[in-house]
């Protein structure tokens, strides 16, 4: 047989017509997060281009993606740099792995350049496929730790309600969401959650301030009740994506990291949305005033290119995995795929050419803040919240009284297909509706963005009169 034979693979079908795409997508696909049944009937929508911060479907509208993705492309669509840098990787080394006592230069450069951005103390990574995975190694690094040091009884990993941590078996149990507990005997053993920081749902009848100590003491409340001896870590994200978009009060962090410094218990940032400058600094922890042992990290640091995520690993740990720990029994096929980890070299260093970290700091974060503060004044917004390119607001029924809607009348789904029929990409969450746009945005583009939202916002305001609701 002849060596090294290379075979010229068909160009992938794209022209078919989108009733073809959905039927295929329909008879073969099973989508994340979706009822089968539903979307089979309806058929999805079918994306087939994307430039900047537009993506186009394959009818031809021209949509903006105020959600980035899934939080993900930070640097917008197109950018040449990363696809380059995928290109020469894959004609160099498309593949090799890191188990073998082996490594690839981008993964070795990419570890280099994270510890570099990283806050300071975080010399080391562990790197995944996904922020999924990470949070898998979260549990199995935490608990590994505590067990080299001989206190193995210190097991118990404490997180949030309605916080998101992934959707593997860890990850759903740390994660908060009630309806992914219900599916799979969910939350695994040694994992257990206290309140969420959501101020208008918890908290309206004493300040912000006060409100962010008080829901920090839910984390000492639960760790005197699990036994401190026990308890090896608190998890959060900066601030809560998925569920919701729920930014802290600013006296929250500091609190949570002076109760984990009195506990001697490891504090544990998810920065998979947070990280990469969408809260104005490299990472969420750096603008919420906290100082982790350990970063979970995922699509930003791609921009969502390609799949890439991983654990930044503080000196804490690190010292200890190293000096005493011996054989760490755990890692991934794709753990520093020298591919993903070429683009994600490019995207680093992409975000500091263009100075994106100051432009959301300084610029476009400031901006997008005001925009969305002055949404206030709409008839249905009971509340908003905003952190760098990150935003929400909250639907209500009567905004004097704070009441909500009946969740029956599922009335952010009834805004979100408004905005989905007028071009923005905008996610409901219950009744919250939120935008996570590309870093890259300018304020004219913000000026486009708000213009939709409010047309979208009037319009399921005349829906709800329409149908008796408010």
């Known amino acids: 047989m002849q060596d090294n034979i290379v075979i010229q693979a068909p160009a992938v079908a794209t022209k078919r017509s989108t009733r073809e795409w959905q039927q295929a997508d329909s008879k073969h696909f099973l989508h994340p997060f979706t009822d089968f049944g539903s979307l089979s009937k309806k058929g999805s929508r079918i994306i087939t281009k994307a430039e900047g911060i537009y993506i186009w479907d394959s009818e031809g509208h021209k949509i903006l993606d105020a959600m980035s993705g899934l939080w993900c492309v930070n640097v917008g669509y197109g950018q040449q740099a990363l696809i380059d840098a995928a290109t020469r990787q894959m004609k160099e080394l498309p593949f090799y792995n890191a188990f073998f006592q082996t490594a690839t230069p981008p993964s070795i450069e990419l570890a280099e350049l994270l510890a570099q951005v990283s806050p300071p103390g975080f010399e080391h990574v562990f790197f995944t496929g996904s922020g999924s995975e990470g949070n898998d190694t979260i549990v199995r690094m935490v608990r590994r ?68 100590k008080v829901a920090a003491s839910w984390l000492e409340a639960k760790i005197l009740e699990v036994g401190p001896e026990k308890v090896a870590a608190f998890i959060g994200e900066p601030v809560q994506g998925a569920g919701g978009v729920i930014v802290p009060p600013e006296t929250y962090w500091p609190e949570i990291q002076r109760i984990c410094d009195q506990y001697g218990i490891l504090l544990v940032s998810d920065e998979v949305i947070c990280g990469f400058g969408r809260t104005g600094n490299w990472f969420g922890s750096q603008t919420m005033g906290s100082k982790p042992d350990l970063m979970t990290f995922a699509k ?156 979208c916002l009037d319009l399921t305001l005349a829906d709800a009169t329409r149908q008796g609701w408010l």
Not at 319 to 347: C, M, R, W
Not at 359 to 375: I, K, T
């Open 145 to 212: 730790y505590w067990d080299i040091l001989g206190q193995p009884e210190r097991h118990v990993i404490i997180s949030r309600k309605n916080g998101y941590h992934g959707s593997t078996m860890a990850g759903a149990s740390l994660g908060g969401m009630s309806y992914m507990h219900a599916q799979g005997g969910l939350p695994i053993p040694g994992i257990v959650h206290i309140d969420q920081p959501y101020w208008y749902e918890n908290g309206r009848d004493m300040s912000r301030a006060d409100f962010g």
């Open 300 to 455: 930003g640091v791609t921009s969502g290119y390609i799949p890439l995520g991983g654990v930044m690993v503080g000196d804490r740990v690190a010292k200890v995995l190293i000096e005493q720990g011996g054989d760490f029994n755990h890692g991934f096929t794709y753990s520093g795929h020298p591919v993903a980890a070429a683009v994600a070299v490019a995207n680093i260093k992409l975000i500091q050419q263009l100075g994106l970290v100051e432009h959301v700091r300084d610029n476009v974060g400031p901006y997008l803040a005001e925009q969305f503060e002055s949404l206030r004044d709409h008839p249905l917004v009971g509340d908003v919240d905003h952190c760098g390119m990150m935003a929400g607001l909250l639907l209500v029924k009567d905004k004097a009284k704070g009441t909500l809607f009946p969740s029956e009348l599922e009335v952010g789904m009834v805004c979100r297909g408004h905005c989905f029929g007028n071009g923005l990409i905008m996610r409901a969450v219950g009744d919250r509706m939120i935008i996570a746009p590309p870093l890259v945005m300018s304020r004219a583009q913000i000026d486009e963005l708000m213009a939709l939202v409010r047309k």
